[in-house]
């Protein structure tokens, strides 16, 4: 199994950017999957997940803001994030279990998100 993000990068406050894990080895769709990020001296969370129903949880600091979603033809995982802030700057990486409702066993590289005021 191999999870490779993209789509991170520098915007100001209030832009949007849309990351992007393309899966190989993995079927996305029928899979557990979602985004956790870890800003410098501060433990890893989860952003947003995606279950194999569809279902989707958020962390409440990006509800509203953000949405995870899915592609199963291109065995892709996406995070699309809106009204980006300042405290919202991370590392993003993207995360699957192998079997549902156990660990996250496979991640990615992560992706990069700095967003300036």
């Known amino acids: 199994v191999q999870l490779v993000e993209s789509g991170g990068g520098s915007v100001q406050s209030g832009g949007s950017l849309r990351l992007a894990c393309v899966s190989s080895?993995?079927?996305?769709?029928?899979?557990?999957m979602g985004w956790f990020r870890q800003a410098p001296g501060k433990e890893r969370e989860v952003v947003a997940a995606?279950?194999?129903?569809?279902?989707?949880t958020y962390a409440d600091s990006v509800k509203g803001r953000f949405a995870i979603s899915e592609d199963d033809v291109k065995s892709t995982l996406y995070l699309q994030m809106n009204s980006l802030k300042p405290e919202d700057t991370a590392m993003y990486y993207c995360?699957?279990?192998?079997?549902?409702?156990?660990?996250?066993?496979?991640w990615g590289q992560g992706t990069q998100v700095t967003v300036s005021s």
């Open positions: 995606i279950g194999s129903d569809g279902s989707t």
């Open positions: 080895g993995y079927s996305v769709g029928n899979s557990c």
């Open positions: 995360a699957a279990q192998t079997y549902c409702y156990t660990v996250y066993n496979h």
